[in-house]
């Protein structure tokens, strides 16, 4: 203690101030870094908290609650073969048994496998007199020209590859397992790629009912042609859909599918549609959701002030869309007003935050097409239409390599559009394909699609 106090003794005016100094910034920052560590364990506090809230509840308990009748198969109709089975003696004692006292009845059902079926179109040709030139008869109504494969394991061939997503080599075995039939996987895709070129016609319904259509969805995910990136574009509505695949992912594939379209496009936020002249709804919950991941990075107060703000004009937005119907027109219009200016204005605010900063500009730059779905009845806030009905197309990206060549990825296209359609409207999907490959190969030129 003598030596310390001795040290500072024989220390200059300078110097004593020196070290005071010096001290004083050790302390400070010795504060910041205490503070520091404060904060970021409150703020893994916070998320631990917030992770908890989110947790999904536990499942309730599968079936009905007590007390409900209980269900069970609906016992068929008809009958197709009735096997008894009856005893004479005893199969304990050997004894003989009396007449028969009771009969219990198993109603079973099962499916019977299917077997190949191989037909001969004979055509038979003629002499006209008066033409004089040979006639032959026409096609008959099951006939596929030229083809080697019936419309039937065609059109469940579009089945088992498009919706239910199995690769061409489940398929061939599945053929052959069932219903004994072999054929090899390069046959089975190339007539598809015949079928879809017959089917085009329909495709060019499907595409003009688009361009006509009040408000398309859109969205697009990624695809491989031969190993070479490709994009899958999906433009659908409410009863059509219309699938592209095209090298690009730029802004020229929306405009030549979407060329005189006079509807309201709903789309996320790539650049690719804003240049698309028609009037949009971006896709509000993704920027909901991009909002939240700010908030959970983010907690400092600056930030926390201005977007609970946002968070309040929208979630008005989804509120008064529910009012649609309750409101008077003129005092629903107003809100649409108070609500744009709202948004205008948090837009146009400067802020110091970088999140905050890039939050504004974006809406700035889209505000206008935010709220399209207040003005307009039938418009969603989200884009959710669009991405369910690419998932069947992600579901068959990861099974198998996609496409192999230009022409697989053609008829990738025609089938999948004409399919996805053919559900939306609730048609009988299968019914339709073999009516319109038969009719359309036979030489029928007009379409059987009316929309």
Known sequence: M???LLIFIEKTKEELIEIILEKQRRIE??????????KSQAHKEFLKHLRLSQKVKAPKTPGQKAGYEGLTRIKPSQIDHVVESKLRNCPDCNQTLSKSQEVIEHIQEDIVPAHREVTCFKKHRYWCCGCEKIITAPYAPEEVPHGYLGPNILVQTVMLKYHHGLPFNKIKELFESLCHFQVSEGALSQALQRMSEWLGVEMAVILKAIRSSPNIHADETGWKISGSNHWLWAFVNERLALYRIAKSRGSKIPKEVLKDFKGILTTDFYAAYNLIPVRKQKYLVHLMR????LFVKDQTPGFLKYYKRLKR?????LKLKKLDQTLEPTIYQRRIKLLEKRLFLWSCREYEN???KRLSKRFLKHWIHLLTFLKEPGISSNNNLAERMIRPHVIIRNRSFQNRSEKGSHAHEVLTSLLHTCRLQERDTIAFFKKAFLKHRQGYTIPLLVI
């Open 2 to 4: 003598k030596t310390d």
């Open 29 to 38: 920052e010795l504060e910041k870094k205490l503070q520091s560590e404060e």
């Open 290 to 293: 991009e909002m939240h991941e």
């Open 313 to 317: 004009i929208i979630e008005d937005a």
């Open 354 to 356: 970088k999140n905050l």
